[in-house]
């Protein structure tokens, strides 16, 4: 009986310390789950709650604006080259993919029967003007012998009719030689510019026939120049035309220059420093134009107007049919205040930046955006030279205390001012940095 009161005390006993020590475990973890969500704050902004935040400075310079779109290079002039006669192909003169110029001869057919009927035509031409000849002299001695009243005024009159109408058998006579001259001409073929031919699809002996359907000799395109056509929106129309209108005092206008990147060629010749790979001439991989058309029409359909745009091409590195990327440049916007996008903060219409204080706290201010270009903002509402915060502005409130360092907007601009603050011995913190 003495043993139950002593094994219920020792229970009781043992409750209580298990209960105290797990009371004692759950306010340390409290307490330390605290401290650690402080611990890092404090290690995250630095001492006395500062934040330490990337920044770049609002720079003003001029910028272009600019409109993109998708090109087709088209050639200036192109032709078919087709046979305004039926005869045999005698010489082909041209070879497919070949360079040829104005004038230049590119087939022969067989000729023979056409010169033959120029011939003829000549022939009966002479004949014709000899008899006009004599036609000549009986009207003249027609006139001498009405003069000594031994002929009727009618003969005279007959001797009229005869020379008229041997002048207009002449007349006939020489429209027939040059009708059989055309139609000589056309057994031989030229160029009728210069450019670059496509595939010759006969050859020597073939017949042919004048025929505006069916398969061509040849096609010829014009190379340099050349055009690309693209397309822009409706909206872009109206600044289009203003850079294309002559000013108010008449003066000749300068047509908006139109630019295309040119496609590069993997695994040919290296290019340094804009230079080719032996150290010549510089190498440009932009080609310039002027935009030389705007069609007379929005396309409803599309909502787009069509453009075009000529480029010298001796290079021919322009071809036709290729697909390219246009931009154009319509305007220039002169000290524009340019800052990154990624420092713009979204608030549904509004927008802010985060600038540098005299105090080096964080002040917020709207801004109006007025133009993109790559990752750079045209912006009005911060001053040229402002330091506008663009790393860590997520965690910052207005009158935040700052800490300032140059953001990896150019990294190698990055380095070099912090390799040059840290031997000037002014730690980590710098507020420049040069925008790309």
């Not at 298990?18 to 630095?46: L, T, V």
């Not at 990294?411 to 840290?422: D, G, H, I, V």
Request: hydrophobic share 45%; glycine share 10%.
């Amino acid at each position: 009986m003495r043993r139950k009161p002593l094994v219920l005390s020792l229970i009781v006993v043992l409750l209580v310390a298990g209960g105290g020590w797990w009371w004692k475990s759950r306010a340390a973890s409290r307490d330390g789950g605290e401290a650690g969500p402080a611990a890092a704050a404090r290690g995250a902004s630095g001492p006395a709650g500062t934040q330490t935040v990337g920044v770049v400075t609002a720079q003003r310079r001029d910028v272009p604006v600019t409109v993109e779109a998708s090109g087709t290079v088209t050639p200036i002039n192109q032709v078919d080259l087709r046979a305004q006669t039926t005869s045999t192909i005698r010489d082909v003169l041209v070879h497919d993919g070949q360079t040829v110029t104005k004038g230049q001869v590119l087939f022969r057919f067989d000729e023979r029967a056409d010169r033959a009927n120029l011939d003829k035509a000549k022939a009966q031409l002479a004949r014709d003007k000899a008899a006009l000849g004599d036609l000549q002299r009986q009207y003249e001695r027609a006139k001498d012998l009405l003069a000594q009243n031994f002929v009727a005024q009618s003969a005279v009159d007959t001797a009229l009719a005869g020379l008229q109408g041997g002048r207009s058998l002449v007349d006939a006579d020489a429209a027939a030689v040059e009708s059989a001259s055309v139609a000589l001409s056309y057994n031989e073929i030229r160029a009728p510019f210069a450019g670059r031919a496509g595939a010759v699809n006969v050859w020597p002996g073939s017949l042919v026939q004048a025929s505006a359907t069916g398969t061509p000799l040849v096609n010829i395109v014009q190379i340099d120049p050349i055009a690309i056509s693209f397309n822009l929106p409706e909206t872009e129309l109206a600044p289009v035309l203003d850079a294309m209108r002559p000013g108010a005092t008449g003066a000749q206008v300068t047509p908006p220059e139109v630019q295309v990147v040119l496609p590069s060629i993997e695994g040919g010749p290296s290019r340094k420093d804009g230079k080719d790979s032996k150290g010549g001439k510089p190498v440009d991989s932009v080609a310039r134009g002027k935009l030389t058309f705007v069609d007379n029409l929005v396309d409803a359909t599309t909502g787009t107007i069509k453009l075009k745009a000529e480029f010298t091409n001796d290079a021919q590195k322009l071809w036709p049919g290729q697909y390219l990327r246009v931009r154009m440049t319509l305007r220039s916007m002169k000290d524009a205040i340019v800052i990154p996008q990624a420092a713009i903060i979204l608030r549904g219409n509004d927008r802010q930046v985060y600038v540098v204080g005299p105090d080096k706290t964080a002040q917020l201010k709207p801004v109006k955006l007025r133009y993109t270009f790559g990752e750079m903002a045209v912006v009005d509402g911060v001053d040229a030279g402002a330091t506008v915060v663009l790393d860590g502005k997520q965690n910052l409130r207005p009158g935040t205390p700052l800490r300032t360092q140059p953001a990896a907007v150019d990294p190698a601009a990055a380095a070099r001012l912090a390799a040059a603050s840290a031997a000037a011995g002014g730690g980590a913190s710098a507020t420049d940095v040069a925008a790309p």
